[in-house]
C-alpha cells in the first residue's frame, strides 16, 4: 500500500467513523469466592471504521471469532488497542481478540482489531 492510499484511509476514518469507547482492563483482582473486579478507564468519542466479518472468514479463523464478531479499524496513534481492552459500540461490548498493524512502506498507519460481542 502506498502512503497516498494510507493517507486516504485514515481520512475515511477520520470524516466517515463511527465513534467507539475503548476500555482499556488495567488491572483485575478475584475475591476469595472467585468474583472478578476489574479496574478501567474509558476513552469515548474514538473514531473508528467499523466491519462486519463475512460467514467464510469466520468458518477460516481457527475458533477465534463467532458470529457476532466485528473488525475495528482505528488510526496508528492509538495505544489503548491492545487484547484484553474493549470497544463498546452501539451499547455492545466487544473483547478484543486480536490485533493486526497495517504498514504502508515500512511505517505502521492503521490498526485492526477483531472484537467478540460479550
Known amino acids: 500500500m502506498t502512503l497516498l492510499d494510507a493517507q486516504l484511509f485514515i481520512n475515511t476514518i477520520d470524516e466517515l467513523g463511527d465513534s467507539v469507547t475503548v476500555r482499556t482492563v488495567s488491572d483485575t483482582t478475584y475475591s476469595d469466592y472467585g468474583d472478578a473486579t476489574e479496574s478501567t478507564t474509558d476513552s469515548t468519542s474514538v473514531k473508528c471504521v467499523i466491519n462486519d466479518f463475512t460467514n467464510d472468514e469466520i468458518k477460516e479463523s481457527e475458533g477465534i471469532l463467532r458470529q457476532d464478531s466485528k473488525r475495528f479499524y482505528f488510526k496508528s496513534d492509538r495505544t489503548d488497542i491492545n487484547e484484553g481492552n474493549r470497544i463498546i459500540f452501539d451499547s455492545i461490548t466487544y473483547e478484543i481478540v486480536r490485533?493486526?498493524?497495517?504498514?504502508?512502506q515500512g511505517s505502521a498507519f492503521i490498526i485492526e482489531a477483531w472484537g467478540n460481542k460479550t
Open 99 to 104: 490485533v493486526l498493524k497495517g504498514q504502508a
